[in-house]
């Protein structure tokens, strides 16, 4: 029987570091031939030792910054990616970009590979906030990018923003949310601000040299979002996520329904089986793994029934939900029931929850407080667990 999995290409080049990016980068460009030729032979090599039978439904080109490729370079991966995975028939191919490093031409190549959705990371319209996350391009390169890439045939973008800036106010993000919502793109991804351990930004924050909003401050931007956003016509679908109906990422949903995925380049991650692996976070390590004909992986995991239970639960949460019947076939347990049941009736009672034909969604209020609402009903299984000294009942 095949699987279904999605698959995900790490390309860690970038011409600048943002100040608030943790994902695995480097700047320099010198390396990408050399790379281009390992994640080449990556792939072979894994395809080769898994030999997994399966299809696949999506494909995720991400950084760093993937347009940064050159087109050959581009061509070299996506063919080997077609020459060992059977794709289906209505994939999902995503490459994020960052507008001024595009080209008409380029995308139109991009098309051609097969891509068919485009993620730009425009942040903001706002000059002052580029400058202050230190993005490379303008406002107006941003408005060309997305008009760019409806020429060369792209009918599936999304644009990434970001909010909660120190100082920033609500008249100017709106002011950018205008202008992403003009651009009428079929996704859109809007992120708080996160001041991430060991990056540039985090260290100012520790120097007193930023100060950052206070909660109350940033609510108040994530309702303006979720609000503006919804009388145009965009779905939220993920805490960050919003979407034209059909238009959600299907490869983040792939993620937040746990399901498998393989990931390639460094840092990259995979999860198949209930196995958890991840690759090295070093470019150089991950050349030497693939030149001596070993996979560059750092390490595996075998997730344990506890562990698989709570992904479900914060995974589902954060996204679409967790269906009821599916939750207490796969670990024994009603969510709906005992003192879980009474805490889901209260969450409900604060509007911070539904359940929708059998399925438990937090609302975009309860969405505000993902995390603690999680930490509750992780916190309200281990003391049902310490009563009861087992899950029983289920009659599943």
Aim: charged letters at 20%; hydrophobic letters at 40%; a negative charge.
């Amino acid at each position: 029987m095949k699987h279904s999995i999605g698959l995900y290409v790490h390309i860690p080049f970038c011409q600048h570091k943002c100040s608030y990016c943790d994902f695995y980068s480097v700047v320099s460009l010198e390396a990408m031939e050399r790379f281009t030729e390992a994640i080449v032979s990556e792939i072979r090599l894994w395809a080769h030792q898994e030999r997994l039978d399966a299809t696949v439904e999506t494909i995720f080109w991400g950084g760093g910054t993937p347009s940064l490729l050159e087109c050959r370079q581009a061509e070299q991966i996506a063919s080997v990616l077609r020459s060992v995975f059977s794709l289906a028939p209505n994939y999902e191919w995503t490459i994020e970009a960052n507008p001024g490093t595009i080209t008409l031409e380029k995308l139109r190549f991009y098309r051609e590979l097969g891509i068919n959705r485009i993620s730009f990371g425009v942040q903001s319209f706002d000059h002052h906030e580029l400058e202050f996350l230190e993005r490379l391009h303008s406002a107006q390169q941003a408005e060309e990018a997305v008009e760019l890439a409806r020429r060369a045939g792209f009918d599936n973008i999304n644009l990434d923003v970001i909010y909660a800036l120190p100082a920033q106010d609500l008249e100017t993000y709106q002011r950018t949310l205008e202008r992403v919502c003009t651009l009428t793109p079929e996704h859109i991804s809007a992120y708080s601000l996160v001041y991430e351990h060991g990056t540039p930004l985090y260290r100012q924050l520790q120097r007193g040299a930023i100060i950052p909003l206070d909660e109350d401050q940033e609510a108040a931007f994530y309702s303006m979002t979720v609000e503006f956003l919804a009388q145009r016509g965009y779905r939220q679908y993920e805490v960050s996520n919003f979407a034209r109906p059909g238009r959600q990422c299907r490869h983040n949903l792939l993620y937040w329904r746990r399901g498998q995925y393989v990931g390639f380049g460094p840092s990259a991650h995979s999860h198949v089986d209930n196995v958890r692996w991840s690759n090295v976070r070093s470019l150089q390590r991950y050349f030497d793994a693939i030149e001596r004909g070993s996979l560059p992986i750092m390490g595996r995991e075998q997730l344990t029934i506890e562990q698989q239970r709570a992904e479900t639960i914060f995974l589902g949460l954060r996204a679409d939900g967790i269906e009821l019947d599916a939750f207490a076939r796969a670990y024994g347990i009603w969510l709906d029931r005992g003192m879980l049941g009474e805490l889901l009736t209260e969450w409900q009672q604060n509007g911070w929850a539904c359940l929708d034909r059998g399925t438990l969604r937090l609302t975009s209020r309860g969405y505000a407080l993902c995390d603690a609402l999680t930490l509750q009903l992780l916190d309200a299984l281990e003391r049902a667990q310490s009563a009861s000294g087992s899950f029983v009942d289920c009659n599943v």
